[in-house]
């Protein structure tokens, strides 16, 4: 049932006849034990209507994956992706939005300021556009919201569950980060990793799986934290660990430095010290931590990888932020 807030937002909205209360059911119900029969929780459970409206390869599979779950799935500004009969494609932004309970927008929602990211589209779609046909009690999800995306929200009232700000996708993106890290190593190196001395700058979500990829594949894995903590735990799980910031004279024979600290610590007078031989990887968000100027004046080979999930893994990408939809909606019910 829809909690006490909810009705309240609904009856001002005006919209209360139209939306009755609805239940979810997610992928693997339950099984509700009826005399000798089982019947799913499914059969007893109405599904949900989700609009998809934008986004990348990602939206595209979370689409198909949320109606392979036995949702009713409407998508807008995703044409250019292959689509099964089971996601229904509309050409109106007004056919996906009014019907859904949920509405899904990309990550990152925004693509040109003020405007929706729709790289499989043609449609050119404002923010305005969409949140003007936005009811209070529909739920809507987006990934990395910021600046216009949210003042749009904001005017119109429209409360946004910034999906990319979920710890739990934090963690799964690392996974496709680390193997995208480590594919991109592989292809731009000329030894095996087994047996390669690399450093990985940073032990968070990304540095942490990582590093135990790498100590998977035989290299000799070193990492850097700033804390003591960190640098035990580094030492506890048996790689050598090192001071962020006490690097110096300590770079000279990595065969890999891989960054994933979101701060300008790779100086020019670290880089002066690295092997030429060395491939620099750099995986962290802007500014970035390698200084990309002075590796190039130094005839380094350094990498800015960025968007790796989507790039090198967008179904696992699609089914986590399918899992993460889910999760945000459990929370949702629960607490209405
Ligand atoms: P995280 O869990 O927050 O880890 C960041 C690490 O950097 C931590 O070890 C943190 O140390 C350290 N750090 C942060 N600021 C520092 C500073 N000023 N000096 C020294 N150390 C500092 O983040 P994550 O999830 O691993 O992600 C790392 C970066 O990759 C982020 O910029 C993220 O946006 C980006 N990212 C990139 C991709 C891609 O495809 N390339 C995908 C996902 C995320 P403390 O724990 O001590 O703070």
């Not at 339950?30 to 609009?51: C, H, N, Q």
């Not at 509405?103 to 404002?126: D, F, H, M, Q, R």
């Not at 556009?129 to 987006?142: D, G, N």
């Not at 940073?202 to 804390?227: E, M, N, P, Q, T």
Request: proline share 5%; glycine share 8%; with cysteine.
């Amino acid at each position: 049932m829809l909690g006490p807030s909810r009705r309240i937002l609904n009856e001002r909205a005006g919209n209360g006849a139209r939306n009755p209360p609805f239940v979810f059911h997610y992928s693997q119900p339950p099984r509700i034990e009826w005399g000798e029969t089982i019947l799913e929780e499914s059969d007893v459970k109405k599904t949900i209507t989700f609009a998809v409206i934008g986004g990348d390869l990602r939206q595209a599979k979370m689409a198909e994956m949320l109606a392979r779950d036995g949702h009713r799935v409407l998508a807008f500004a995703l044409e250019k992706a292959e689509m099964p009969p089971c996601v229904k494609q509309v050409s109106d932004l007004k056919d996906a939005v009014c019907p859904a309970q949920c509405i899904i927008l990309p990550l990152p929602v925004t693509g040109k300021a003020g405007y929706l990211n729709t790289p499989l589209s043609g449609e050119v779609c404002p923010l305005d556009e969409i949140f003007r046909l936005i009811r209070h009690e529909q739920i809507v999800c987006a990934g990395r919201v910021q600046g216009d995306a949210r003042e749009v929200a904001d005017r119109y009232g429209i409360e946004i569950t910034d999906y990319f700000a979920r710890e739990e996708l934090a963690i799964l993106n690392a996974v496709c980060t680390a193997e995208g890290a480590i594919a991109i190593a592989m292809d731009n190196t000329a030894i095996t990793l087994c047996n390669a001395k690399v450093l990985v700058l940073g032990f968070g979500r990304i540095g942490k799986i990582l590093a135990h990829r790498l100590r998977g594949l035989g290299a000799d894995v070193h990492v850097s934290a700033r804390s003591h903590a960190d640098r035990a735990w580094i030492k506890a799980y048996g790689y050598k660990p090192m001071n962020t910031y006490d690097l110096g004279g300590k770079l000279k024979d990595f065969d890999v430095i891989i960054n994933t600290i979101p701060a300008p610590v790779v100086t020019e007078e670290l880089l002066m010290e690295v092997d030429k031989n060395c491939l620099l990887l750099d995986l962290a968000s802007k500014p970035g931590g390698i200084d990309f100027s002075a590796a190039a004046r130094l005839g380094l080979r350094a990498i800015w990888a960025l968007s790796l999930p989507g790039e090198v893994a967008p179904v696992t990408s699609g089914d986590i932020i399918r899992e993460t939809i889910y999760n945000i909606l459990h929370e949702k019910e629960e607490s209405s």
